[in-house]
């Protein structure tokens, strides 16, 4: 059935890439989704804890325990909000803002190893079903 095909190569290339990664981010001392978080703090530095859980997509537990290791690695530190105690921002070390070029780097080269050879149209279509598919996967019910 296609739909067992086509659910099969993304489990292969959803593996396949974040075993890359791992091996990649491991060397500057990173673990898969750290990256992640480091990219919306690149985005707004200063983010609270709580908009980087929802931005994530994770348990507070696995943002908070995330978080603990990159203040133990000096990459991001957590500051009580001016107005609310209760409520942290998170934001970048001079050590965390300069991962951000290698880290990209890596995303581009490993997308650019999956694209490789793919017309341009396809390229755009790839998107548009992509697209169609995260909504799905979004909507209620």
Not at 30 to 47: F, M, R, S
Not at 97 to 108: T, Y
Not at 111 to 139: F, G, S, V, Y
Request: hydrophobic share 35%; net charge neutral; aromatic share 4%.
């Amino acid at each position: 059935m296609v739909e067992n095909d086509i659910r099969e190569l993304m489990q292969t290339i959803a593996t396949q890439t974040r075993k890359e990664y791992a091996s990649k981010f491991r060397e500057m001392n990173l673990h898969v989704g750290q990256e992640t978080a480091l990219c919306y703090l690149w985005e707004k530095d200063g983010i609270t804890q709580s908009e980087l859980r929802h931005k994530m997509q994770c348990e507070a537990s696995t943002v908070s325990n995330m978080l603990r290791k990159l203040e133990q690695d000096s990459i991001v530190y957590r500051k009580p909000d001016k107005t609310d105690g209760r409520i942290s921002n998170v934001f970048l070390t001079e050590k965390g803002r300069k991962l951000q070029e290698p880290i990209r780097d890596i995303w581009e080269k490993q997308q650019h190893k999956m694209l490789k050879d793919i017309p341009p149209e396809e390229l755009l279509l790839m998107r548009r079903i992509l697209k169609q598919m995260a909504e799905n996967l979004t909507d209620e019910g």
